[in-house]
């Protein structure tokens, strides 16, 4: 483990929490369910899927729990987004029952956002709501590892299912990433890119200086990386955790990405690069509504490039079909389309009633060409 273990806060007053980020960290994990005030914990559930446990961090964690005295029960899901279900968290509660959970166990979720969503889900539901810890072992978690929204999918919308269940804790170790294919490296990279281009314009300028080291997953760079995001994502979760306005944000390109996953099949894209094409979109409109300026469209798209990411929407799908699942957006009132749009790099806003024709025209331009 090196010396260089970064702690930050999520500000929510009595129910506030830290993100824990360094090399080797799991490790600890037994030590910091302790001193995030867990020792009372009567069982572990520790959620995760094959993927991560085959890599090996599945050991590395329950040895760290049960060296701490713990008693666990593993529960492995199958990997991908198709998991995100109510069928697997019907799995789940059973598991939690017959490990006789009860209002004094807490559920680990040790992977990526598919696991931290599914196993936040239930502990949300669980019992009516049991402690909850983060793992995150993917680069696109440290996303979805803050903030607490949790959720399932359903067939007709992504996250439609689901809850605000803030975790005790987020353990960030970012030598679990190295087992990561590439594909998922640049997953998670998209909402990275996304975190600078919605707050903090000297972190996009870090990021487009950085990124071969991002990608080659350089030890310190990653660090840095992942507790620059989580920290924008902690600021604007502390000043809005229910998403009643600021928080939208984070939600910038994810009307038209959450489109994508739904309309092409959960798991054909990855969640970035579902992102990835979304912010592209976002940003054209941007430009098209006389928001953005031309040089700042280019820049965000030579951005998403220069980490391996799509950026144009699929031939596949319609933009009769996209514009109707848009229309289903939870941030939409109504039938409107509402869009985060960008109005600078580093500052955006949440735009309601966009005209029709300029949605439709910006998905005729960001739209993948026969070769
Ligand atoms: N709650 C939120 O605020 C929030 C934010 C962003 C994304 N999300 C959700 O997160 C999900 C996407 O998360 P994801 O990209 O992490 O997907 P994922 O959990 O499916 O992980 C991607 C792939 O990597 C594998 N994997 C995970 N860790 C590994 C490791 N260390 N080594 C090797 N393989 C590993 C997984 O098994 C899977 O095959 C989506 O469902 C998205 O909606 C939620
Ligand atoms: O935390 C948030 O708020 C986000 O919007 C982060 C997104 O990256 C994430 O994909 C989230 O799950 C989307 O939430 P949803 O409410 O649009 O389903
Ligand atoms: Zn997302």
């Given at each position: 483990?090196?010396?260089?273990?970064?702690?930050?806060?999520?500000?929510?007053?009595e129910r506030?929490?830290?993100?824990?980020?360094?090399?080797?960290?799991?490790?600890s994990?037994?030590?910091e369910?302790?001193?995030?005030d867990?020792?009372?914990?009567s069982?572990?559930?520790?959620?995760?899927?094959?993927?991560?446990?085959?890599?090996g961090?599945?050991?590395?964690?329950?040895?760290?729990l049960?060296q701490s005295?713990?008693s666990?029960?593993v529960?492995?899901v199958?990997?991908?987004e198709?998991?995100?279900?109510?069928?697997?968290?019907?799995?789940?509660?059973?598991a939690?029952?017959?490990?006789?959970?009860?209002?004094?166990?807490?559920?680990?979720?040790l992977g990526?956002?598919?696991v931290g969503?599914?196993?936040?889900?239930?502990?949300?539901?669980?019992?009516?709501?049991?402690?909850f810890?983060?793992?995150?072992t993917?680069?696109?978690a440290h996303?979805?590892a803050?903030?607490?929204?949790?959720?399932v999918?359903?067939?007709?919308?992504?996250?439609?299912?689901?809850?605000?269940?803030?975790?005790?804790?987020?353990?960030?170790?970012?030598?679990?990433?190295?087992?990561?294919?590439?594909?998922?490296?640049r997953?998670?990279?998209?909402?990275?890119?996304?975190?600078?281009?919605?707050w903090?314009?000297e972190?996009?300028?870090w990021?487009?200086?950085?990124?071969?080291?991002?990608?080659?997953?350089?030890?310190a760079?990653?660090?840095?990386?992942?507790?620059?995001?989580?920290?924008i994502?902690?600021a604007v979760?502390?000043?809005d955790?229910?998403?009643?306005?600021l928080?939208?944000?984070?939600?910038?390109?994810?009307?038209?990405a959450h489109?994508?996953?739904?309309?092409?099949g959960?798991?054909?894209?990855?969640?970035?690069?579902a992102?990835?094409?979304?912010?592209?979109?976002?940003?054209?409109?941007?430009?098209?509504?006389?928001?953005?300026?031309s040089?700042?469209?280019?820049?965000?798209?030579?951005?998403?490039?220069k980490?391996g990411l799509p950026?144009?929407?699929?031939?596949?799908l319609?933009t009769?079909?996209?514009?109707?699942f848009m229309?289903?957006?939870?941030?939409a009132?109504?039938?409107?389309?509402?869009?985060?749009?960008?109005e600078?790099?580093?500052r955006?806003?949440?735009?309601?009633d966009?005209?029709?024709q300029?949605v439709?025209?910006?998905?005729?331009?960001r739209?993948e060409?026969?070769?």
């Amino acid at each position: 483990m090196t010396d260089d273990v970064k702690r930050l806060r999520v500000d929510l007053g009595e129910r506030g929490y830290e993100i824990i980020i360094g090399d080797g960290v799991l490790r600890s994990l037994g030590e910091e369910m302790r001193r995030a005030d867990l020792s009372e914990t009567s069982h572990i559930l520790l959620v995760t899927d094959e993927h991560v446990s085959k890599a090996g961090h599945l050991e590395v964690a329950k040895e760290s729990l049960e060296q701490s005295g713990y008693s666990v029960t593993v529960v492995e899901v199958p990997p991908g987004e198709e998991s995100k279900n109510l069928d697997q968290a019907e799995r789940l509660y059973d598991a939690a029952f017959n490990a006789g959970l009860d209002r004094r166990s807490t559920i680990i979720a040790l992977g990526g956002g598919v696991v931290g969503d599914l196993a936040g889900f239930v502990a949300a539901t669980y019992m009516r709501g049991i402690s909850f810890v983060q793992v995150p072992t993917t680069v696109l978690a440290h996303d979805s590892a803050v903030g607490g929204k949790v959720a399932v999918n359903h067939p007709r919308g992504k996250n439609i299912i689901g809850a605000f269940h803030q975790p005790e804790f987020v353990l960030y170790d970012v030598n679990t990433l190295r087992t990561l294919p590439p594909r998922e490296i640049r997953s998670g990279i998209a909402e990275v890119i996304k975190h600078g281009l919605i707050w903090d314009r000297e972190f996009f300028f870090w990021i487009e200086r950085n990124m071969e080291e991002m990608l080659s997953l350089d030890s310190a760079i990653l660090v840095d990386m992942l507790a620059r995001s989580c920290a924008i994502k902690a600021a604007v979760v502390a000043k809005d955790e229910k998403e009643q306005g600021l928080r939208a944000i984070l939600n910038y390109g994810h009307t038209l990405a959450h489109a994508i996953e739904g309309l092409a099949g959960y798991g054909v894209f990855t969640h970035g690069e579902a992102v990835s094409i979304g912010i592209a979109f976002a940003a054209e409109l941007s430009s098209r509504l006389g928001y953005l300026s031309s040089q700042d469209l280019v820049r965000t798209e030579r951005c998403l490039l220069k980490a391996g990411l799509p950026v144009h929407i699929p031939a596949s799908l319609s933009t009769n079909e996209l514009v109707s699942f848009m229309r289903q957006d939870k941030k939409a009132i109504g039938k409107t389309l509402t869009f985060v749009i960008a109005e600078d790099i580093g500052r955006v806003s949440i735009v309601k009633d966009v005209p029709l024709q300029s949605v439709i025209d910006s998905i005729d331009v960001r739209r993948e060409r026969a070769s």
